[in-house]
């Protein structure tokens, strides 16, 4: 078991109008994980937390694609306004300890860094590291190539 299953459990019971059961997947996340994955957001196929999701926030309309590994301990949410969230495309690690806040876009095979505070779009193919993060290397491969054994 991880948040993952339990997100994907609370989503298929939202969408189809089941109450109660999402709230109730919600509780069970934070409890065995100590994270918060609403059960709104958006997560495509694929995609999930590393070491369980422990600690992991996410903001209840965030996007998050296709085959994306999310670190434990990192922040998915909005800024001061509400209605500042990010969109993270399909084929993103997203390293432990990362913050992506406020109204952005995360492009397609992206690495974001260990501790890394995502402020700013990032563009598609490249790694981005620091407070605040910037693109440090553009890759013309996979992504999962460089993360062997990774996904």
Known sequence: MNAMNLYRKGNWCYRHHIPLLPQCFKALTYLFFNSVVPYTT????ESKFAYGGIGCVVH????????VIIGQNTTIGRSLDPEDF????NDVY???G????GNIKVGNNVIIGANAVVNKDVPDNCIVAGVPAKVIRTVDVSI????????
Do not use: C, M, Q
């Open 98 to 101: 990362a913050r992506i806040i």
């Open 86 to 89: 990010p969109t993270i495309g």
């Open 144 to 151: 999962w190539e460089l993360l062997k054994n990774i996904y």
């Open 94 to 96: 997203i390293s432990a």
């Open 60 to 67: 209840g309309r965030s996007v998050i694609g296709d085959r």
């Open 42 to 45: 958006k997560i495509g196929s």
